[in-house]
């Protein structure tokens, strides 16, 4: 499948099974993965229609689906290993789509031998797509997409234990939009000055991760360190250059 077609993939799942969702679940279509972690109606068939289509292009490839990972944990070792993969986040921010906020998105990122080579951000109710070809560059709704200039944004982290941390010698740290598919492109608009995350999942991250970089951020680890396409699972710093990366990886060493 060409780039343009997995958005059109994309944009189809959302128009069929998640927008007629939208400020319209009935409590029968909410559950609870963990406590806290909410799952829905929406998120399971968006899953399993983009990894059906995915496999049917790709039948070699290992999709790793956040949903199929909760039943399927060992889906994490699979993906690390294989040569060809694909993430996909079916409703990235459940939580703001339960609680009817337009700030959620549908995600998808593909993996060849461990890097991360396309991605993919649809936000259905802000109308918006966001895609990345390694070495080409990032695209929002078709338009070359590069990181703002200097920002007086705070520093913003997804962690509501660390809401109000000071960062030595920069700031405070304020909320994320809670939704990694709505962060990335907020951080690359200037609406945040860097993003700090203390966990890391492969479909909450890879996708946003190239858009960033190809559009001429910085990600990476809390040590300074560049992030793999793998299990992650540890903190993560983005940023809008090299500069500002290093700054918070310091004022996180310091505090």
Not at 116 to 129: D, G, K, M
Not at 169 to 179: K, N, S
Not at 212 to 223: C, F, I, N, R, S
Request: aromatic share 6%; with cysteine.
């Amino acid at each position: 499948m060409d780039t343009d077609a997995v958005l059109a993939l994309l944009r189809d799942v959302a128009a069929e099974v998640i927008t007629p969702r939208f400020r319209a679940l009935a409590a029968s279509e909410i559950a609870e993965k963990n406590p806290g972690d909410l799952v829905t109606v929406a998120d399971r068939e968006s899953e399993e229609l983009i990894t059906a289509a995915l496999l049917a292009a790709y039948p070699d490839a290992v999709v790793l689906g956040e949903e199929a990972v909760a039943t399927n944990p060992s889906l994490l070792d699979r993906f690390e290993d294989a040569e060809h993969g694909f993430t996909v986040d079916p409703v990235d921010g459940t939580k703001n789509f339960v609680h009817g906020s337009p700030d959620h998105a549908v995600m998808v990122a593909e993996v060849r031998r461990g890097e991360v080579v396309r991605a993919w951000i649809h936000q259905p109710q802000h109308e918006v797509s966001y895609v990345a070809e390694r070495g080409a560059g990032a695209w929002r709704n078709g338009e070359p997409l590069r990181v703002a200039g200097g920002t007086d944004a705070p520093y913003r982290t997804a962690r509501r234990q660390w809401v109000g941390r000071e960062l030595p010698g920069l700031g405070t740290l304020e909320l994320t939009w809670a939704c990694c598919g709505v962060d990335y492109p907020q951080l690359i608009a200037g609406a945040a000055r860097a993003l700090v995350y203390n966990r890391s999942m492969p479909w909450d991250h890879l996708p946003g991760g190239l858009i960033l970089t190809e559009a001429g951020g910085v990600l990476g680890d809390h040590d300074g360190q560049p992030l793999g396409a793998g299990k992650l699972g540890g903190g993560i710093v983005a940023a809008p250059d090299r500069a500002t990366y290093d700054a918070v990886v310091a004022a996180l060493a310091a505090d």
